[in-house]
């Protein structure tokens, strides 16, 4: 085995697991920076938002959006504290049950989703898609989306990791 390898995996896959590895630690820290130095928002916050912007009635249930956001409800319960704080998410409760809470973005927090999009798009462009071949995209994202399949709350490997 040289340096370069991993035990049980081969030069290339060594290669592209540490390349990978620094990608979810690295692309994440500059996308938060952009976002709280552009925004005052974190990624997480700018997250949380999004995916509510994206669902009907721009709600979803607490547990949902945990699930959503790859969260801990604890963490979620303090974001959204801190979001509805600025007045750019309500809780409310599920009119079909009660004991549901649901997160709501509120007119102020579609607001801010749409300030801070074009930023993160930028940013999103030039750390990713700008260093990648256009034709290449497709296959990225294919071979991202099987990862995030597998690893995912859906995923194989999700019933070892309860």
Known sequence: ???????????????????????????PAALDLQLQRDEGISHFEYG???????QPKQTMRMKELARATNSALSRLSRVTDRLTAQGWVERRPDPD??????????RNGRRKVASATPGHIATVRSLVF????PDRVPELGTMLAKVVTAA??????????K
């Open 48 to 54: 949380v938002m999004s995916a509510l912007v994206h």
């Open 97 to 106: 049950d009660g004991r549901v809470t649901l997160a709501v973005l509120t």
């Open 1 to 27: 085995m040289t340096s370069s390898e991993l035990p049980g995996l081969s030069r290339e896959e060594t290669d592209t697991w540490m390349a990978l590895i620094g990608t979810t630690m690295w692309l």
């Open 130 to 133: 700008d260093q990648l071949p």
């Open 152 to 161: 995912g709350p859906d995923g194989a490997c999700s019933s070892r990791l």
